[in-house]
């Protein structure tokens, strides 16, 4: 199987999960361990955070949704509160691959994310980089739903089954590999990369 592009997700793949930030919140306001990724998890597909993700709703009301379904599981937790928490800091070993990738074959980007989130002059040179990037919050549609797939081949023209996918969460990485793509879980970077490296059959260090 000949490998024509990597597709990379964005937080827990080129940057630091926002789940570690998660953690440490919940253990500052004494929250049960996980309770952020519970809320979000509940109703996955229409609740605040896959609205917010679809921009069909703005950010003041995902503050107020977001408060009413926490509370509903127990918690108050504001959604600004939560927005904060979303940055992470990108992983250079990471950065290296997108590059290394670029240089041999076509790369995208697939991040579900906030309206604006990406304009982040930092990443300007990193986002120069993909041949396509894919953001939740500008096509309307977010993963794990299949159209955002399908979408990103259809905008690098490249058939799924001649794709890699490198995403943290399982949930999102199922759709990919039914439709034919290689699948990456990212747990552990290093181990990600040697992964992927096998599959390209190119250095990636």
């Not at 379904?69 to 927005?83: K, P, Y």
């Not at 980007?109 to 930092?122: A, E, F, H, I, R």
């Not at 490198?166 to 039914?178: C, E, H, M, S, V």
Request: glycine share 6%.
């Amino acid at each position: 199987m000949h490998i024509e592009a990597v597709l990379f997700d964005f937080g827990g793949v080129i940057s630091t999960s926002p789940f570690e930030a998660f953690t440490r919140y919940e253990q500052e306001h004494s929250l049960p361990d996980g309770f952020l990724r519970m809320v979000n998890s509940a109703n996955p597909h229409a609740n605040a955070w896959a609205k917010l993700e679809r921009c069909e709703i703005d950010l003041e009301s995902f503050d107020q949704i977001f408060a009413q379904e926490s509370e509903a599981l127990g918690h108050r937790v504001d959604g600004f509160e939560v927005l904060g928490l979303l940055s992470g800091d990108l992983r250079p070993e990471m950065v290296q691959v997108v590059h290394r990738c670029a240089e041999e074959m076509k790369v995208a980007l697939l991040t579900n994310n906030v309206m604006g989130s990406m304009k982040d002059p930092q990443l300007s040179d990193l986002l120069s980089v993909f041949d396509v990037v894919v953001e939740s919050s500008v096509v309307g549609f977010r993963k794990p739903e299949l159209q955002f797939y399908e979408y990103a081949c259809e905008q690098l023209a490249v058939p799924p089954h001649n794709a890699v996918f490198l995403d943290d969460l399982g949930i999102n990485l199922k759709p990919a590999r039914a439709m034919g793509m290689r699948t990456i879980k990212v747990t552990d970077p290093g181990v990600a990369i040697d992964e992927l490296q096998s599959m390209v059959g190119f250095a990636l260090r």
